[in-house]
């Protein structure tokens, strides 16, 4: 099965390492780009949460 990975719109080069993500069944997929082999799966519900989290500054400045 091909799985379509989308690179953040953040990513300053197209070959630049970011986020990616893609959805598999039901599952929302996150990896690294530069790290490809390490694939964190979630359910929808759980992605979109931690995301809000992420936005709202519960994990500190990540930049």
Known sequence: MHIRWRK??????????????ARQG???MMRESDDPNMIVKAAPETCR???????????????
């Open 8 to 21: 953040s719109s953040f990513s300053e080069q197209p070959d630049g390492n970011c986020l990616e993500l």
């Open 26 to 28: 039901g599952d929302i």
């Open 49 to 63: 949460a931690f995301l809000a989290h992420v936005k709202a500054g519960a994990y500190g400045d990540l930049t």
